[in-house]
């Protein structure tokens, strides 16, 4: 079974400067997650879809990041502008909807820096 | 926004060693239980489940107390390998909204 597709893995780009990642979730996982990773600290999540609907993104940065999952499906994360303190990494995870005991299956990630 | 909490670390435990860690949490609703494990610049993955009555995966045992809303990890006989950040996670509802702890380092010496 294929995992959690994230690209690109690493990203380099000046403040200011917009960046987009791209995440593929495991076929047929209904819910997937955003979370950003800062070095030292746990996953803090971004957004949570569920399907092509947003279930949480209450600790989205809306005023620069934007997130979609037009066809339940696949998923884009936008940063527009981008600023020093959003190098991080960007993690995207998956999970079939099945109760409270789903695993979540994480993508490699994809490495931010801000400069 | 409820919390869920850990003691950072680094447990620099020799090998052969026991080891065990808590995770606190706030919000006495809280659902489901898990710890995943995260090596350096991996990605989090799931190491076990925590339910209500315990459970054991080889030298891994995971505790759930409600009443002091804390869970636990206890690692046996540790191997060099157990070496990663375990990290505490806690589903508060029905919409699967988890909350995260920061982890705690291990690092396991020969």
């Known amino acids: 079974e294929a995992g959690v597709a994230q690209s690109p893995r690493y990203k380099i780009i000046e403040k200011r400067q917009s960046v987009a990642f791209w995440c593929n979730p495991i076929s047929g996982h209904a819910t997937l997650y955003w979370y950003q990773q800062i070095l030292g600290q746990g996953p803090k999540l971004l957004i949570q879809f569920q399907n092509n609907g947003v279930v949480d993104d209450s600790q989205l940065p809306k005023d620069r990041f934007s997130a979609e999952r037009l066809k339940g499906v696949d998923s884009t994360l936008k940063i527009q502008p981008a600023k020093l303190e959003d190098s991080a990494v960007y993690l995207c995870?998956?999970?079939?909807?099945?109760?409270?005991?789903?695993?979540?299956?994480f993508g490699e990630g994809s490495r931010l820096t801000v400069l | 926004r409820k919390e869920v909490e850990q003691d950072p670390g680094p447990f620099n435990v020799p090998e052969g060693a026991t080891v065990a860690f808590n995770c606190t949490y706030s919000n006495s609703a809280s659902q489901s239980f898990f710890w995943y494990r995260q090596d350096c610049r991996k990605e989090p993955k799931l190491l076990m489940s925590v339910y209500s009555s315990g459970n054991e995966d080889g030298r891994f045992t995971a505790q759930l107390n409600r009443a002091s809303q804390y869970i636990s990890l206890l690692i046996r006989d540790s191997k060099l390998s157990d070496s990663a950040t375990y990290l505490c996670?806690?589903?508060?509802?029905?919409?699967?909204?988890?909350?995260w702890g920061a982890g705690t380092k291990l690092i396991i010496k020969p």
């Open positions: 996670v806690v589903n508060e509802d029905s919409n699967y909204q988890l909350i």
């Open positions: 995870a998956s999970r079939h909807q099945v109760g409270y005991t789903g695993e979540l299956f």
